[in-house]
Nanobody
């Protein structure tokens, strides 16, 4: 099993940047694909980005492609989401999620595909 804790959420103005972190505890973090999802008030939890076990594969929602970058450091058991050019539509609670996968697996984009979740971190972007 793995436990996940997000951090780095904050309030920023449009055009600003934030870096979210997802710290994992437990063994064998390098066996997990990790994704970021976000949920705005009254909306469903949406896929943002995902990264494969060994960083060779990164995947993004169209809405964040070119602005957000997902990365991981398996030695630190952490995954990061660098968010640039933020706009008010990015306002949401951001969650990281993990799934144990074989090395060739493309991470799923559906929330139901992940059994492990963090508690979320709030990102607020003002215009």
């Amino acid at each position: 099993q793995v436990q996940l804790v997000e951090s780095g959420g904050s309030s920023v103005q449009a055009g600003g940047s934030l870096r979210l972190s997802c710290a994992a505890s437990g063994r064998s973090f390098d066996r997990y694909a990790v994704a970021w999802f976000r949920q705005a008030p009254g909306k469903e939890r949406d896929f943002v980005a995902a990264i494969s076990r060994v960083s060779s594969g990164t995947y993004y929602a169209d809405s964040v492609k070119g602005r957000f970058t997902i990365s991981r450091d398996n030695a630190k058991k952490s995954v990061y989401l660098q968010m640039n050019s933020l706009n008010p539509e990015d306002t949401a609670i951001y969650y990281c999620a993990a799934k144990s996968v074989i090395i060739t697996t493309i991470p799923p984009r559906e929330p139901d595909g992940y059994p492990y979740w963090g508690q979320g971190t709030q990102v607020t972007v003002s215009s």
